[in-house]
């Protein structure tokens, strides 16, 4: 299963972190049907040092919004107290991180297993060797390019790396996982991240804290678009 609509090179996921928490509808009918996807990040306040949502909050995203793509980051240890609650909320992806758990192979089958397709994500400082044995598993890749917990924080480059290897990795294999990345990213790097083979881009802060959400991603669409592609990875 590709994640990915035949004829698209990258999809858009607003990180409603960076939404107004007392008018999230309103935050996102400011985006103004530009988003490819929502993106929810959920913290636990173990795994990373931040709490946020529960299930409660997919499952009212899902009554409201029943046509949209809900992108699950579960930043939560154990990850598997947690899968089949946000499955049954209305997840469409759930997406774990490799360092949450020592059961990851088992968990990527949990999470098809209950509908969703399956996310792995890995910290800024973790090799993607780590995940190597469950790749087949995959529908997604979330590469993190800043530490998780908080939204508004600075690019770290040094996780480009990481996609020109997976995706060497998957034209050898013909895998099909996506790759996403999340952290830092808005208008003026888009370009970098998706020439560098990352299909989808998260975005919260630059997307929620600018005057015009709509607007702000219809920059990041085009200057996507526009990017060179990075030889044997581009997407
Ligand atoms: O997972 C996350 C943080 O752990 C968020 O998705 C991410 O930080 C998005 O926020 P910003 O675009 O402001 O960096
Ligand atoms: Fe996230």
Redesign the pocket.
């Known amino acids: 299963m590709s994640l990915l609509p035949e004829g698209r090179r990258f999809l858009l996921a607003p ?1 409603l ?2 939404a107004n928490p007392l008018s999230v509808e309103a935050s996102i009918a400011r985006l103004g049907g530009e988003e490819d996807w929502l ?1 929810v ?1 959920v913290m636990d306040g173990h795994f ?1 040092p931040n709490l946020t949502y529960g299930p409660g909050f997919v499952r009212a995203l899902r009554a409201r919004y029943p046509d949209a793509f809900l992108d699950v ?1 579960l ?1 939560v240890q154990p990850p598997e107290d947690f899968v089949d609650s946000f499955a049954e909320a209305g997840a469409d992806l759930l997406t774990v991180h490799g360092e949450a758990t020592p059961h990851l192979h088992r968990l990527l089958g949990r999470i098809r297993e209950k509908g969703c397709a399956a996310g792995v994500s890995l910290n800024p400082g973790t090799p993607v060797e780590w995940i190597a044995p469950v790749l087949h598993l995959a529908d997604l890749v979330l590469l ?1 390019s ?1 530490n ?6 600075k690019f770290l480059p040094e996780v480009l790396e990481k996609v020109t290897a997976l995706c060497r990795r998957r034209a050898v294999r013909g895998e099909s996982f996506l790759v996403e990345m ?4 808005g208008p003026d790097n888009v370009d970098l991240v998706v020439s560098a083979g990352c299909q989808v881009v ?5 997307v929620f804290g600018a005057p015009d959400p709509a607007e702000t991603l219809r920059r990041m669409r085009h200057s996507g678009e526009a990017s060179t592609h990075g030889g044997s990875c581009g997407a």
């Open positions: 990180s972190l960076s993106h990040d990373v980051h930043m993190m800043v998780p917990g908080f939204g508004g924080q999340d952290g830092g990213l998260v975005a919260g802060s630059a």
